[in-house]
């Protein structure tokens, strides 16, 4: 008898009849012996719906108070979500109990909107699960220490079943979602995308952050962090098939790189459009220039991703960063309004027509030569590359956004991933 | 400066539009210097929608397991209610924060699905106030001492109100709803119905009671036990008319008998046909007999309203009583599975084709002849009587359903009440 965490996304809670098989598949799980324990995201459609009401009445100026205000309301999405699985469960015959985010409670910071778990007590749950109840506890929300709702932002399900996870200390945690498995890249672009079964902590980390969309970056974080066994699966097989098959099928992120793991240097491309490049032109080239303009945008709340600071002429440098694209405007006017004064700056340019496309690999730690032959790739199809950074097992580049399939498929023909890697 | 109270329906808060509107009028209170909580329901639809998607997937079989988990859904359409009010007034440029029932927090008692109020802890929503703050929270719900949340049951966003205002002792309690008062009848039965100026308590109790469905029974008892002014109001005037003629519009509910108070003998006809009867025949006369037969539907949460014993027979009685006629199937295979073999009754015999209809009035008290003219203007239009029962300042009567508008229009002319009554 082990402790599973199912996460079921928005769309498998879509409408009464999927949630009606959603308690089936648990109830398969719950009577083959195992204690349960599920999050499910708001039905589909459903945190727009509110979110968009919550718009037309919104107030021009963003405030805390405003964010408090849209958290109060996104978070009943999930709190509907897990009222109807318990019923759906409590008719299959199971004992079943639903939690809000407050009620476990799941402790969070204040950051409304983009809240951080910081601790979860898991008394009340457990105790449910030891009189033989189906536990079931909203994704995406928490409580912070003045006792206000708050949400982990889009995707942030995925962190609450992890964080849950790693809470109890679950066997495995399965995130059920409309892929079934982590693939080499995007299916939809590069047709000869193959599923990875197991892919590594680390890999799947840099996946999820450049722009993989299968699972959310936090919720790999938290896997890694408390090494909780973590399963992408289709939520679109049958709810009777046989268990083992289940539990078995999708994609594995492990933490052992053992002998069954496969050994490319590659193993997948990652890209994403979501970010826009800014440049600041002209800033003095001297000590705490960096701290000055990125200082300003993270105090702001504002995540930057690709970092790169030119070398300088005449004392003068030029700092370029990528952010998310939601974020683009409000960067740019902090910039103009705030930075570019204090700071000397002689222009602030951005431009919203990029992507970023990235080889990921544990691979490549130990293989020369990766980096030169995903720029030649490139430069083979006439791409030009405007940024370029580096980690130990990945390398990513911004390149004009048009481009973006035509590299993403490029770089997956020239590392030779539609095919089986050969054991190392 | 008055600490007031504002409690808004469902149609009201039915689109972005309305709740704007209600925004707007809230602050034309707040900024006229008054202290404003302000407890909107659900949006018109929401809450049936909610509870539709739940009957969906319950179960046959109710258990307070059930009822747990519809009042974690239910209590959804109140929370994003006040979220957006909230929103809606910080566009208007106030300060705004709502609260969940739980966050107040509204102490309830456990009984899902219909919860009783049992305390409300006002420090947190005071410190707002003061701190310039509009207060909105969440109707119609609670959390019982487990941290489990409840709801009051349909319309509990009045009680809701009440409570609020009981427990901040503010100067008035402003219900504003879909009708402009409390009338002598409803307009749409009988044209010639007259909106009453002021109606006592006590009055307005018996008429909430009977069926008048103005406001909820609960939030009047609140307002009679901890004396809170309350005022019906139209919730469709402009948002901007004039705030004292808005202030002394509807009608208030009050608890002194001055010479301002309408003086008639009978000052309203309620009826209702949310009702049905229910006889046991033929149960032993005996001591202890009227507990065993309603002791049973106590405990199975079924609130009785007129009861009956017949003259007995050879020992033997006829016990009738009406239950709600959500509550009738359930009564009936109560009676006829459980008590029917325990007492010895000879058959459970029922009737949902039934209606209530009542006349109200401080005058009864000392007026004599009252339930007689009643009764006559029943006779003079044929009408059987059923049942009858009364009270201080009340007369029923069930009678079929089908005579339910003719018996409410003959009573309604047989006391004059399309006439200004005159001062006594």
């Not at 490319?264 to 800014?278: L, M, P, Q």
Request: hydrophobic residues 40%.
């Amino acid at each position: 008898m082990a402790l599973i965490v199912h996460k079921y996304g928005g769309t498998s809670m879509g409408s009464t009849e999927r949630i009606r098989n959603v308690a089936k598949r648990v109830a398969k799980w719950a009577r083959a012996g195992h204690q349960m324990v599920v999050v499910p995201s708001a039905m589909s459609g459903e945190t727009n719906r509110l979110l968009g009401l919550a718009k037309e009445l919104s107030p021009k100026q963003t405030s805390s108070a405003l964010l408090r205000e849209l958290d109060m309301i996104a978070a009943t999405g999930e709190q509907v979500s897990v009222g109807l699985l318990a019923i759906a469960l409590q008719a299959e015959g199971m004992e079943a109990i639903s939690y809000t985010g407050w009620q476990v409670p799941v402790q969070t910071d204040s950051a409304y909107t983009k809240a951080r778990i910081q601790s979860i007590d898991d008394a009340r749950v457990r105790a449910d699960l030891e009189a033989g109840r189906v536990v079931i506890i909203t994704g995406f929300q928490g409580i912070d220490s003045d006792g206000h709702i708050t949400t982990l932002g889009r995707g942030g399900s995925d962190t609450s079943a992890v964080a849950v996870a790693a809470a109890m200390k679950a066997h495995e945690c399965l995130i059920y979602t409309d892929v079934d498995g982590v693939y080499t890249t995007d299916p939809r672009i590069v047709a000869e995308a193959r599923r990875l079964s197991t892919i590594s902590f680390e890999e799947m980390l840099e996946m999820a952050s450049l722009g993989s969309k299968v699972l959310q970056i936090r919720s790999v974080e938290f896997a890694g962090k408390y090494r909780v066994p973590l399963r992408v699966l289709s939520s679109f097989t049958p709810w009777d098939i046989d268990i083992e098959e289940e539990a078995s099928s999708g994609t594995l992120i492990t933490f052992e790189e053992d002998e069954k793991m496969e050994q490319a240097v590659v193993s997948g491309i990652a890209f994403n459009r979501d970010e826009a490049k800014i440049t600041v032109m002209g800033v003095p080239d001297k000590p705490g220039i960096a701290y000055q303009i990125l200082g300003a945008v993270a105090e702001a709340n504002i995540d930057v991703d690709v970092i790169i600071q030119n070398v300088s002429h005449d004392g003068k440098t030029d700092f370029s960063f990528t952010v998310h694209r939601n974020d683009y405007q409000r960067t740019i006017d902090l910039l103009q309004n705030q930075v570019a004064p204090s700071t000397g700056a002689t222009q602030v340019l951005g431009d919203t027509k990029i992507c970023k496309v990235s080889i990921v690999g544990i691979g490549m730690r130990s293989h020369a030569g990766v980096a030169s032959k995903m720029f030649r790739a490139l430069s083979d199809e006439g791409i030009n590359i405007q940024m370029i950074t580096t980690s130990e097992i990945k390398t990513s580049v911004v390149i004009d956004e048009k481009y973006m399939e035509l590299a993403v498929r490029a770089l997956h023909r020239a590392f030779e991933l539609d095919q089986e890697p050969v054991a190392a």
